[in-house]
């Protein structure tokens, strides 16, 4: 009998998707460490057709360590991490786990928004320690949502939103062709080009962007001026889209609202700048990259991956969530 495929998965991941990734009857799994200096030298001895990593960065070694036409399978949907240059160049296949988390991330980014809104978190630790006050939050229903970048993530939030708490929703996005069929479908009632025009009307103002290059600092000074000055900012997409600095600036100052923040510019978070830090402010609710980190999400994600990789083995390229094909 011919050994089953090797298939080296990172332990953080293999931890998240734990259950499905042991049910995995076709391939022999491998857990290594996440850093690129221990995949790279796993991918080697062990000749693994795949590599299943996390957001983790890889800018070198990996690619070369991995067999010509091996599958790369990102578990979860950015690729920010993963260098398509070095794919290309190296012939590998890359793929990731498109729709199967865009209700888990588009509900914490309501959640995010309704601590702003409510503080139960603060309340909860004033309760604690015996302190009964309050003082006036806000309503979500009747607000004004902008969405920055109406992908599937962004076009589920609008939904929920939309439909289920009353707020008017409006997004911003290059083509204006389909305005009709977003509002319909979706909810969105009015999509601009125009970054400053949308946020003159924003209350609440979420990022749903891949991060790249054109995108690195899509939050800076100059926008962040544009905002209004009791409008909340929400950031579950990714921390390079924010200029920290200039975030922590305008909150320190008061002429923000707040900010919820679930991904950092360093994560695990450490500040851009030591007197910047988010933790010792008072308008922000900060949780550690969990958008898509529940028990029903995670088995989604391990099960597409499995699935993303099974087609690879078989050949079903059509079948697979590719990002990139450059195998020959
Ligand atoms: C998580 O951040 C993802 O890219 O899926």
């Known amino acids: 009998m011919s050994e089953k495929p090797v298939v080296l998965i990172s332990e953080s991941i293999y931890d998240k998707g734990k259950s499905i990734f042991d049910s995995a009857d076709r391939i022999q799994i491998k857990r290594v460490p996440p850093d690129e200096k221990s995949l790279s030298s796993k991918l080697k001895s062990t000749q693994a057709v795949a590599a299943v990593l996390g957001v983790e960065k890889y800018i070198d070694t990996l690619y070369q360590s991995m067999p010509n036409n091996g599958l790369i399978a990102r578990f979860g949907v950015g690729y920010d991490g993963i260098d398509l240059h070095q794919i290309k160049s190296n012939n590998l296949v890359l793929t990731n786990t498109p729709e199967v988390l865009d209700t888990t991330v588009a509900e ?56 289920g708490f009353g707020v ?9 062709s389909n305005a009709e069929e977003l509002k319909e479908t979706y909810g969105t009632s009015q999509i601009f080009s125009d970054f400053d025009e949308l946020a003159k009307q924003a209350d609440i103002l979420s990022l749903h962007l891949p991060a790249n290059q054109h995108t690195h600092h899509f939050i800076n000074n100059e926008k962040l001026a544009k905002m209004k000055t009791d409008s909340f900012l929400v950031n579950t997409g990714r921390g390079s889209l924010v200029d920290e600095i200039a975030l922590y600036n305008v909150l320190h100052q008061g002429k923000l609202g707040g900010a919820a923040l679930d991904v950092y510019e360093n994560e695990p978070y450490i500040p851009m700048h030591p007197e910047k830090d988010f ?50």
């Not at 008017?168 to 204006?176: A, E, N, S, Y």
């Not at 989604?300 to 083995?313: D, E, G, H, S, T």
């Open 108 to 163: 914490l980014t309501v959640f995010m928004a309704a601590e702003l809104l409510r503080k139960s978190g603060k309340y909860t630790a004033r309760m604690k320690s015996g302190i009964w006050n309050s003082t006036p939050g806000m309503d979500l229903s009747g607000k004004t949502w902008g969405i920055i970048g109406l992908g599937n993530i962004g076009l589920q939030l609008s939904k929920i939103l939309h439909f």
């Open 168 to 176: 008017r929703v409006i997004g911003l996005k290059r083509d204006l």
């Open 279 to 328: 933790r010792n402010l008072d308008n922000v609710v900060l949780t550690p990259h969990i958008g898509s980190y529940t028990h029903e999400c995670t088995d989604r994600m391990a099960k597409r991956v499995l699935q993303n990789i099974y087609c690879f083995l078989d050949g079903k390229y059509e079948e697979m969530d590719l990002v990139v094909n450059n195998s020959i």
